[in-house]
Nanobody
């Protein structure tokens, strides 16, 4: 199983970015939960958003109302729409996927930098 994250970059405060995570080597609908973590320098990895294969979502208070997670089973892809970006959103973002009975799958990180 491979997860390929993309879409990071440099954006100004208040701007938007959309991250994508493409999965291969697995039947996408078998991935029960997928999501995004982020890690800023000197900080612990933080859950940013999660979505089940039924479409139930979960966000921490720090991003709720600004970030939207979605998945497209037909395209084997996971997305994170990030709006109204703040300086504190600067981090490396990692996608992950959980399949019953298997260790968690991780994608490589994609850098998001919010700077004026």
């Amino acid at each position: 199983v491979q997860l390929q994250a993309s879409g990071g970059g440099l954006e100004q405060p208040g701007g938007s970015l959309r991250l994508s995570c493409a999965a291969s080597g697995i039947i996408f609908s078998n991935l029960n939960v997928m999501g995004w973590y982020r890690q800023a320098p000197g900080k612990q990895r933080e859950l940013v958003a999660a979505i089940t294969n039924l479409g139930h979502t979960n966000y921490p208070a720090s991003v709720k109302g600004r970030f939207t997670i979605s998945r497209d089973n037909a395209k084997n892809s996971l997305y994170l729409q990030m709006d109204n970006l703040k300086f504190e959103d600067t981090a490396v973002y990692f996608c992950y996927a959980d399949q019953a009975g298997r260790p968690r799958y991780w994608g490589q990180g994609t850098q998001v930098t919010v700077s004026s």
